[in-house]
């Protein structure tokens, strides 16, 4: 999967997002800091994408991304799968391959997996979301199709080590 591909994925999953800083697993920006489980510098580089808070590339360019965001002003209230919903814009043939949800930083979360196509390339989607403190997190994995579970792990360890703190 070429970089132009992974900026177009990146930018359909990450959208509205402020520039952060990122030290010791913990992200902070304006309305909000918090920490997520930490990747192994010798897999995953972290990119630097527009509209993002982080996103890493795996190295080697296989096409894998993981990716964070945090939205805390402009989002209402939806519910978690119309979050997911939004997630998922401009991807096309999507095929829902299940949702179930769960307890995230003491919150219910909503994960979702999927395969769709960005400009007609086919990817697997792991996405997970979560309201907390009048914000939107959520967390993204894409790879390509039938390749996942190689770094299915990684994904578990950035989303289960997250933690939120709303800034005052």
Not at 10 to 26: I, K
Not at 60 to 70: F, L, M, P, Q, Y
Not at 76 to 84: E, F, G, R, S
Not at 115 to 135: F, H, I, R, T
């Amino acid at each position: 999967m070429s970089r132009m591909l992974l900026t177009l994925v990146l930018s359909a999953l990450c959208a509205g997002c402020h520039r952060a800083t990122f030290e010791d697993s913990v992200l902070q920006k304006k309305d909000v800091k918090y920490r997520v489980g930490t990747l192994s510098n010798d897999v995953w580089q972290r990119a630097s994408f527009d509209d993002n808070d982080l996103a890493f590339v795996e190295r080697g360019e296989t096409g894998r991304v993981i990716a964070t965001n945090a939205t805390c002003k402009d989002h209402d209230d939806p519910a978690l799968n119309v979050l997911t919903k939004h997630l998922l814009m401009g991807f096309t043939e999507r095929q829902d391959l299940g949702q179930r949800t769960f307890t995230l930083d003491g919150r219910e979360a909503l994960r979702s997996r999927y395969v769709a196509k960005l400009d007609g390339v086919p990817v697997s989607l792991e996405l997970v979301v979560l309201k907390k403190d009048n914000c939107v997190f959520d967390f993204s994995y894409v790879s390509p199709v039938g390749q996942a579970d190689a770094r299915m792990a990684d994904f578990e360890t950035l989303v289960s080590g997250f933690q939120a703190e709303r800034l005052r």
